[in-house]
């Protein structure tokens, strides 16, 4: 089984909203992502999760805040978000680092816009 | 310099054409390579990844050069199901897959 589940597919929020994107795999990975990708350009990295620590964060605003409760589940809480934070949000997944060749899996997306 | 390059497109061919794509990248460190594909308004999906000996998946055929950093993709026989953005991506290990996407290249196969 190599899925990746995101919820909700599609939500819009206002610039005061607080809401939340959630992301869940059961494929034993250990190292979970999420990525943003605007209309007609590739995903730009945000956050990586290993082994449930946050690992890496690509500068990105204090209104995207990630969680990784557990291994399994990676959450994204928005907060306070500008309309150009609009955009395709993409979970995916892959093996425990330093393992050489492993590729990533991605959720649907949460397609967001902030209006 | 773009780390992960590729040629934009679209590639318009007719079906039962063969395509082939190219990338290059800049970082000598990656480690692994792969190649994804994108439909309009889905999420990318791994379509294969690419070995230093090459390797072959049906009618998909991949190649990596690592001396000349540089990743190709050949299609066979295109069919129209075969439209889409094609993603060279580039990955090294630094806690986590740090995977990099080239900007993608889009096939457009015609009847």
């Known amino acids: 089984d190599t899925e990746v589940t995101q919820t909700p597919k599609h939500l819009v929020m206002g610039m005061t909203n607080k809401k939340s994107l959630k992301c869940e795999q059961h494929?034993?990975?250990?190292?979970m992502y999420w990525y943003k990708q605007k209309a007609k350009k590739p995903p730009e990295l945000m956050f990586v999760y290993s082994y449930e620590k946050l690992s890496i964060n690509e500068s990105v605003p204090s209104r995207f805040s990630p969680e990784c409760p557990n291994s399994s589940l990676l959450n994204l809480h928005l907060h306070a978000l500008q309309p150009e934070d609009s955009a395709l949000y993409l979970c995916?997944?892959?093996?425990?680092?330093?393992?050489?060749?492993?590729?990533?899996?991605f959720g649907q997306g949460t397609r967001l816009t902030v209006v | 310099r773009k780390e992960v390059e590729q040629d934009p497109g679209p590639f318009n061919v007719p079906e039962g054409a063969t395509v082939a794509f190219n990338c290059t990248y800049s970082n000598s460190a990656s480690q692994s390579f792969f190649w994804y594909r994108q439909d309009c308004r889905k999420e990318p999906k791994l379509l294969m990844s690419?070995?230093?000996s090459g390797n072959e998946d049906g009618r998909f055929t991949a190649q990596l050069n690592r001396a000349s950093q540089y990743i190709s993709l050949l299609i066979r026989d295109s069919k129209l199901s075969d439209s889409a953005t094609y993603l060279c991506v580039v990955s090294y290990n630094n806690a986590g897959n740090m995977l990099t996407f080239g900007g993608g290249t889009r096939l457009m196969v015609k009847p």
């Open positions: 494929m034993g990975h250990r190292a």
């Open positions: 995916a997944s892959s093996q425990d680092r330093g393992r050489i060749g492993s590729e990533a899996f």
């Open positions: 690419v070995y230093s």
